[in-house]
């Protein structure tokens, strides 16, 4: 695109007073309802159509978005030119081609290899390169099948219908997952190039894997809870210790059949500590060869100063105190591994963190609520706070703050994505980031989004960065001991 005078839009007109209501509901004498038993009344109907048929506004709306998808014929023409996908501030090393995550929640896999291979393609001078997502797949979900009857047996003593029970077993083995849980896959079983370990159909096509993995899941549940209860019967005197260590028998033994669905589909790994040769052409046509591990591929390329499991997520999470370290109650993959982690801090601390990151060289890992003010077309990728023009169209004004979305469920975590460019002002202020999104080239710009900043004030949550990067206090922070643990069905626990 050619370059624009100026992206900067003023902020939007705080909503004016309704003054008539204002009063109405500061008098002494309260408001009396139509309806005195809370049911709908149609003189309620009758008031409020004789408002709309008055408005001329309301008419224009009634006659045009009966017959058009409210998104389309509300969606501003100054955010889509103003949104323009140009960038001063970008990594100078370009990666490809843009991965396409399919009908599966892989994402945070994706955004993963996405930034991984950075390093990799620098290394071995590619022109195209993907790490293999199904490797890490395959591994995240035969870890999180163990890790769920892992809390199958932890909490055998609890009713079925215990409202933890219940969420854990809602989506057992989701395809999400978070930082944390990535470095333990990583760390455990390295990663290999797509060729050694390539896409199935099943882990393109994620849903009737997973609807056949969860129905043996909780079957296997019901298998250790009455195992349970015969052992308790037979033996009351039975150790606690010895319970668990027949319990656990027992469950690897059903693990087989997770297991034997899992390589079935998805097709058998590599192990992590059996070499395999990878051999590729680099981007001036030279043929290469490399034999090693899966782990031992890990060393060869990652990034020595900023390693995988020396980065860390902060969050922006305005519900809770600021410079405090968050984990999650009963969120994880691999049974034992590092738990997920969270240094809440004020919004401006990740907007520098992926400005640092990028000046340095490093495409940054974020969390977000992607479907909010967004759109995504053969042209377009625009995640924009201004981009649809609902308040006009329908006369409202929408209030709810960052704080509120989290505490009404409106919003969460729900992608993740790799940030790998940014527009600064004269003052070195963001203006909009440039996203790597896994969604093919046929969505947004070529694969790629624009993100405004005031967007990612309201809808980013998670901003992954490296120790060395990172504010000190924040990392003391990090390291520390001492953590608030939020319930298992926080909006922090929803997987990107």
């Known amino acids: 695109m050619g370059a624009v005078s100026s992206t900067a839009r003023p902020a939007p007109a705080a909503p004016a007073l309704d003054e008539k209501r204002t009063a109405s509901t500061s008098s002494a004498a309260p408001a009396q309802p139509l309806s005195a038993d809370g049911s709908l009344s149609l003189g309620s109907v009758d008031a409020w159509e004789g408002v709309a048929a008055a408005s001329a506004k309301t008419q224009l709306a009634r006659t045009i978005l009966a017959h058009a998808d409210i998104r389309t014929a ?54 195209e390169f993907e790490l293999s997502q199904n490797y890490l797949f395959f591994w995240d979900k035969l870890n ?47 990663v290999v190039p797509q060729p050694i370990y390539p896409e199935s159909t099943h882990s393109s096509l994620s849903g009737p894997l997973n609807k056949l993995l969860k129905l043996k899941l909780r ?20 150790a606690d210790a010895e319970v668990v260590a027949t319990l656990r028998a027992k469950k690897e033994e059903l693990l087989s059949e997770v297991y034997t669905i899992m390589s079935a589909t998805l097709g058998v790994p590599p192990r992590p500590n059996d070499a395999f040769v990878w051999e590729y052409y680099d981007k001036d046509g030279k043929a290469g060869r490399w034999e090693g591990t899966p782990k031992e591929f890990l060393k060869a390329f990652e990034n020595k100063t900023h ?43 990740l907007k520098n963190a992926v400005i640092k990151s990028l000046k340095a060289g490093l495409p940054v890992f974020f969390g977000c609520d992607v479907g909010q003010f967004s759109e995504g077309d053969a042209h377009n990728g625009i995640m924009d706070f201004e981009l649809f023009d609902y308040e006009n169209a329908f006369d409202i004004t929408l209030n709810l703050s960052k704080e509120d979305r989290l505490r009404m469920g409106e919003s969460s975590m729900t992608h993740a994505m790799v940030i790998s460019g940014v527009h600064l002002d004269a003052a070195g202020k963001p203006v909009r980031y440039k996203v790597e999104n896994s969604w093919g080239e046929d969505r947004g710009n070529k694969g790629y989004w624009v993100m405004t900043d005031r967007w990612f004030e309201e809808f980013v949550y998670q901003v992954v960065v490296s120790k060395a990067l990172a504010p000190k206090d924040l990392v003391k922070v990090f390291e520390g001991d001492e953590k608030v643990v939020l319930p298992p069905w926080d909006p922090m626990g929803s997987l990107a």
Not at 81 to 102: M, S, W
Not at 166 to 177: E, F, T, V
Not at 323 to 341: C, E, I, M, Q
């Open 74 to 127: 509300l969606a501003r023409r100054e955010a889509r030119v103003a949104d323009v996908h140009v960038f001063n501030t970008e990594l100078e090393f370009k990666t490809g081609p843009v991965t396409n995550q399919k009908s599966s929640g892989r994402c945070w896999l994706f955004a993963t290899t996405n930034v991984l291979r950075y390093d990799v393609m620098k290394k071995f001078n590619l022109k």
């Open 144 to 190: 999180k099948s163990n890790y769920f009857l892992e809390l199958a047996i932890q909490e055998v003593e609890r009713p079925l219908d215990d409202r933890l029970l219940m969420h854990l077993s809602g989506d057992l083995i989701s395809d999400g997952g978070q930082w944390d849980m990535v470095v333990n896959l990583i760390e455990t079983y390295g």
């Open 219 to 238: 079957e296997h549940e019901l298998v250790l809870r009455r195992l349970h209860s015969s052992l308790r019967a037979a033996s009351p005197a039975l």
């Open 307 to 349: 390693k995988v499991s020396d980065s860390f997520s902060l969050i922006n999470d305005p519900r809770n105190e600021y410079s405090k370290l968050y984990t999650v109650d009963k969120l994880g993959n691999v049974w034992g591994g590092r738990p997920v982690l969270y240094v809440n801090t004020e919004i401006v601390n």
